[in-house]
């Protein structure tokens, strides 16, 4: 007779690691599947975890740290972790949000960017995932924050973005530049005049604050709830 542990899908059985060990002891289970069974494993047992599930399973991972599940993810799934983004920077609403807390929050979105998008190698699939950030109501902007503070975005942007260096943040706009010649250029249009005190810090709090307040709308956090750990992982209607 099989006993309940048995008798668990391969869904069931991380979820429940997933709740009472967390996403690294997730991540070490994905990798002995695919150890065992191949890449194929980790894309079928990707199809049946949702979005918040995704997404607290990435949470504990970047692009020199992958998890499994940045290059097996379906584009709905995508769509619903990016969504995602921002759902715990309530600290962007407040007047006096820092400097160095921004930086962070920046840092945290081009993570989430260079892993999901430049961890996949195929060109198609990069225009895809690119084209999900881009059809989401603030993307753009999301975009903006990520790399606005690099210290070479302006030689980057003098150069029109042609200079684009492998693995980090100028390859992930760089397809935004090769393959969506609108929005690049509403890309540029949407950056500051000035990148010098008050007004840039000005500009990137309102879009940080933009991104918190779309990710509360959108269902995925209660706004009175913010910092529970598990808001994260409320299914969006």
Not at 15 to 41: H, I, M, P
Not at 151 to 167: A, H, I, Q, R
Request: charge should be negative; charged fraction near 25%.
């Amino acid at each position: 007779m099989l006993n309940e542990q048995d008798k668990m899908s391969e869904h069931e059985k991380l979820v429940t690691v997933l709740r009472y060990q967390g996403a690294l002891a997730v991540e070490s289970q994905l990798v002995d599947l695919a150890n065992k069974e191949g890449d194929e494993a980790i894309v079928r047992i990707a199809g049946n975890l949702s979005a918040a599930e995704v997404a607290q399973v990435t949470s504990e991972a970047d692009m020199v740290s992958p998890s499994l599940l940045h290059t097996a993810v379906n584009l709905e799934q995508f769509r619903g972790v990016f969504r995602r983004i921002g759902v715990r920077w309530s600290s962007a609403e407040q007047e006096d949000c820092s400097p160095e807390t921004l930086q962070e929050l920046q840092d945290e979105l081009k993570q989430f960017f260079c892993a999901f998008i430049l961890l996949n190698e195929d060109g198609k699939r990069r225009v895809e995932l690119m084209n999900v950030i881009l059809d989401e109501p603030h993307g753009i902007h999301a975009l903006v924050f990520s790399v606005v503070h690099e210290k070479d975005f302006l030689e980057f942007l003098e150069s029109n973005g042609s200079t684009s260096d492998v693995g980090d943040w100028r390859e992930v706009i760089g397809i935004l530049r090769n393959n969506f010649p609108e929005q690049w250029e509403r890309f540029k249009k949407i950056l500051p005049d000035c990148y010098n005190g008050n007004d840039y810090l000005n500009f990137i709090h309102e879009i940080a604050a933009e991104i918190y307040a779309v990710a509360v709308s959108q269902g995925a956090v209660r706004r009175t709830e913010v910092e529970k750990a598990d808001d994260l992982f409320i299914p969006l209607e």
